[in-house]
């Protein structure tokens, strides 16, 4: 399921030693299930009936009653284990009722707090799953929050498709677009607001910690290696965020997140 829904993330537990890419699978397959709420329900209702039904099932795990899910009882294998806490995982549940909103974001604080919690909370339990406890919980911070605004903007037309806008109503302004712009394609400005975004998420790279981090608990945070390569084709001259995609190859990838793990960070 990951390799084929997350394939980024996928690559990452590659580095990670045996042992713990079970669990790491099960929370990225976990994570899966429900980022994907708001693109398969055709309703707001039903997208918060689905996130309760994995709250219960998050109960179910922390109290000893697993659901007969395939995802669930992996999960829960990786929970009982590694001792996860429940809070990460109710955080990111609660961000992604955001993702059912079709503006959810007035001002960039607001998205960052989003941001933190789907993708910081993950990359704090994955460092969890591989021994560092919560000594990266700070770390991750700008990370998380570069590595979601990042996946937000290759991922730009989509929402949009389906009449939602996941970036800040304020970066809309600065750019002078409105929603009904970005709905229609009216792309005028579109690269003002990509120049804007790309900033944003440079400024979170600049500010995270130039620390050393153990070769084993790297791989929690190696999907945020492909930031850059990810930013290089966006900046290229020209570029289009309805029309052209935000790919890079696999061997591109994993010579990126390989350089992280030579480095000893990101």
């Known amino acids: ?34 980022a994907k709420t708001a693109e398969t329900v055709s309703e707001p209702t039903l997208g918060l009936i689905r996130l309760q039904w994995w709250r219960e ?28 806490p429940r809070s990460l995982f109710d955080g990111l549940i609660d961000a992604r009722e955001q993702d059912l909103s079709p503006t959810p974001f007035a001002e960039m604080t607001a998205f960052e707090s989003y941001a933190d919690a789907v993708s910081g909370d993950l990359m704090r339990l994955a460092a969890r799953i591989l021994g560092a406890g919560n000594a990266l919980d700070g770390y991750v911070r700008s ?29 809309l302004f600065a750019a002078k677009l409105s929603e009904e712009d970005i709905y ?12 804007n975004m790309i900033a944003a998420v440079e400024r979170r790279l600049s500010a995270v910690p130039k620390g050393h981090i153990r070769r084993s608990v790297l791989p929690a945070l190696l999907p945020a290696a492909l930031i850059r390569p990810y930013l290089k084709v966006m900046k290229c001259g020209g570029f289009d965020p309805y029309r052209d995609p935000v790919e890079i190859s696999v061997p591109r990838k994993q010579m990126a997140m ?3 793990v030579l480095r000893g960070h990101i």
């Open 143 to 171: 990370l998380g929050i570069a590595y979601a605004l990042n996946g937000l903007l290759r991922a730009f037309p989509f929402p949009a498709a389906r009449r939602r806008i996941m970036l800040p109503r304020s970066a």
């Open 184 to 195: 229609a394609g009216r792309a005028d400005n579109i690269g003002i607001l990509s120049d």
């Open 258 to 260: 390989l350089g992280a």
């Open 57 to 84: 099932a998050l109960s179910g795990i922390f109290e000893g009653r697993p659901r007969r899910h395939e995802v669930v009882l992996a999960l829960n294998t990786a929970v009982q284990t590694f001792e996860l």
């Open 1 to 34: 399921m990951v390799r084929t829904a997350d394939y980024d993330r996928y690559l990452s537990v590659l580095f990670a030693a045996k042992e713990k890419r079970a669990a790491l699978f099960a929370l990225y397959a976990f994570n899966y299930e429900v």
